[in-house]
């Protein structure tokens, strides 16, 4: 397995060059475009390779544990009547909803208005509470409790945000939110800020790939039921609106964010993260989708 990966990533790392890094975000412009790294776990050993060290923000790869949370939080009939569940087509950040009314089942909750709506469900008083409760989902599923939030990047967010600041309002005003919209967008950029490994992201693809459970001890950390809508979902549009293309071509649930990361989840086998951060169009890293492609199929990995 070691060999297999160590090959697959030396041929997929000329794919870096295909891309650009996001410079949207501008502290996300100073990531390196070549780095590439690795971490599989759940086969028979865990497999850290190349740049796995490098620590990279959750950008979009938080919006599974948004959607988690409120699940856990207020059940699925809530969740799914703020939020729906099909694929949008359209780009991440899109806000052009001029040829329908915003309604719940016209977003999911891997594009930002999705998230961003779902971050009011998440329970606890205020956003410090609410992040907070985030946060500790994210260190228990990764099982690293000294993961942190990237300060720069969360201020680099905040400041340059207009698009999501339009698109929590909107929310606002087609009623879809009522809460103050600036406290939920900071919950949100916080999300997108935290700080996270290869492994770190390795570790909840494996929870999520054995429906909620850690598969060493056994102990469930995620009701089974969760586990699966949150990997349907993945399955569905955890890639942007390249998730068709990557359906057809790799067949793992998977999420990918603009800070290079792509958490994929085979179920009941394995969880695997990857970190590169040059990205294609539509938002995917290049390579890290390359990667996937080889080892799916080389070790006949999709779910199709
Ligand atoms: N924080 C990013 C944004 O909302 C997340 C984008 C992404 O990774 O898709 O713009």
Redesign the pocket.
């Known amino acids: 397995m070691r060999e297999l990966i160590e090959k697959v990533l030396s041929e997929c790392k000329k794919y870096t060059a295909d891309g650009r890094v996001a410079d949207y975000?501008p502290e996300l412009k100073k990531a390196c475009p070549a780095d590439l790294g690795i971490c599989v776990l759940g086969g028979s050993e865990t497999v850290e390779l190349g740049d796995c060290d490098k620590r990279f923000t959750m950008?979009?790869v938080v919006k599974p544990m948004i959607l988690l949370l409120a699940l856990m939080d207020n059940g699925r009939e809530t969740v799914e009547r703020l939020c729906g569940v099909e694929a949008t087509g359209k780009p991440?950040?899109a806000f052009n909803y001029s040829d329908m009314a915003l309604r719940g089942e016209h977003i999911n909750p891997m594009v930002?208005a999705g998230a961003i709506a779902l971050c009011t469900l998440i329970g606890g008083e205020g956003k410090d509470e609410k992040f907070e409760r985030l946060f500790s989902l994210v260190k228990r599923l990764s099982k690293n409790q000294s993961i942190t939030v990237d300060e720069a990047v969360f201020r680099s967010?905040r400041e340059t945000?207009n698009k999501?600041r339009a698109l929590a309002y909107m929310l606002k005003a087609y009623g879809m939110i009522d809460c103050d919209v600036e406290d939920m967008l900071e919950v949100y950029?916080k999300a997108?800020s935290i700080s996270v490994s290869c492994k770190d992201i390795a570790n909840i693809a494996l929870v999520l790939a054995h429906r909620g459970r850690d598969p060493e001890s056994g102990e469930e950390l995620i009701p089974a039921e969760y586990s699966r809508y949150v990997t349907a979902i993945l399955a569905i549009c955890g890639m942007y609106d390249g998730s068709g293309e990557f359906a057809l071509r790799v067949g793992i649930p998977a999420k990918s964010?603009?800070?290079g990361g792509i958490m994929a989840v085979v179920p009941g086998k394995m969880g695997i993260g990857i970190y590169s951060p040059s990205l294609d169009k539509k938002?995917n890293s290049t390579a890290g989708v390359k990667v996937l492609e080889r080892l799916s199929a080389a070790l006949d990995l999709s779910i199709f």
Do not use: H, P, T, Y
Request: proline residues 0%; aromatic residues 14%.
């Open positions: 975000i950008q979009s991440f950040d930002n967010e945000g999501n950029f997108c964010g603009v800070g938002g």
